[in-house]
């Protein structure tokens, strides 16, 4: 039985993997997007959100000490093993366990890169008369030229274990704008201080699958499809029914 949905939001409002996901989809399932985000339906837990924590801690740290990670997977372990946590909970934290240790395995890749901690507060991406539900886990450090440069890092826990080429393309597309959401959202939103937003510093981390996507440098067409997208979204809204 499908849980009644919490409310129906007034305002167009989508999340960052809905809005990529949008991107990719036919009519027929962009109709389906758009009332589920109109529509949402209350999960039963939230996914991943104990993990996010650890992951984050983990990696701001530049010895990359691997304590946070280990003491996460205990608390995880016992969580399993507790008969008082219900089997979505359980689970939960099963699967929390596959994504810390897909992080490790993700060292080499992640170890040129500088992180720090993103700010707790962070206002709201809107785009094209809509509301992005959207997050940076981490900023991002580097430097070009003598230019300090920032991003923003998205953490992305997918569940999917296709791997025939379709099922890549479509990660990698996903993960493509939703690193350019990041750069949007780093550009409007995030203290920079006396840094310069970079494309190549915005990126999504998709932590499973061991990939992460950067904001291409050749960009604009592709924040301009999100921005028309958003317009198509926005119009349609009013019109959209349960």
């Known amino acids: 039985m499908s849980r009644p949905p919490i409310r129906e939001r007034a ?14 989809s036919s009519d027929t399932a962009r109709i389906g997007i758009i009332r589920r985000a109109k529509y949402p339906q209350n999960p039963p837990i939230t996914r991943y959100r104990d993990v996010r924590g650890p992951i984050c801690t983990f990696l701001s740290d530049l010895n990359r000490n691997l304590n946070p990670l280990v003491a996460a997977e205990t608390m995880f372990r016992q969580r399993m093993a507790d008969p008082s946590e219900s089997s979505l909970r359980q689970d939960d934290a099963r699967q929390s366990i596959e994504v810390l240790n897909a992080l490790q395995r993700m060292r080499n890749v992640l170890a040129p890169l500088e992180f720090a901690p993103a700010p707790t507060e962070q206002s709201r991406l809107e785009l094209g008369g809509v509301v992005i539900s ?3 886990d981490l900023l991002v450090f580097g430097s070009s030229r003598g230019v300090n440069q920032m991003g923003a890092a998205i953490l992305r826990m997918t569940q999917s274990d296709a791997e025939s080429e379709p099922a890549r393309t479509r990660r990698r597309d996903v993960g493509l704008y939703v690193a350019t959401l990041a750069r949007l959202h780093a550009e409007q939103n995030l203290p920079t201080s006396d840094r310069q937003v970079a494309n190549r510093l915005c990126m999504s981390i998709d932590v499973q699958h061991g990939e992460l996507f950067q904001a291409p440098d050749a960009n604009t067409r592709r924040m301009n499809d999100l921005e028309n997208a958003c317009r198509f979204i926005a119009a349609l809204w009013p019109t959209i029914q349960p």
């Not at 305002?11 to 990719?24: C, F, G, H, K, V």
């Open 11 to 24: 305002e167009p409002r989508i999340s960052a993997n809905d809005l990529a996901l949008y991107m990719l």
């Open 134 to 136: 959207v997050r940076a």
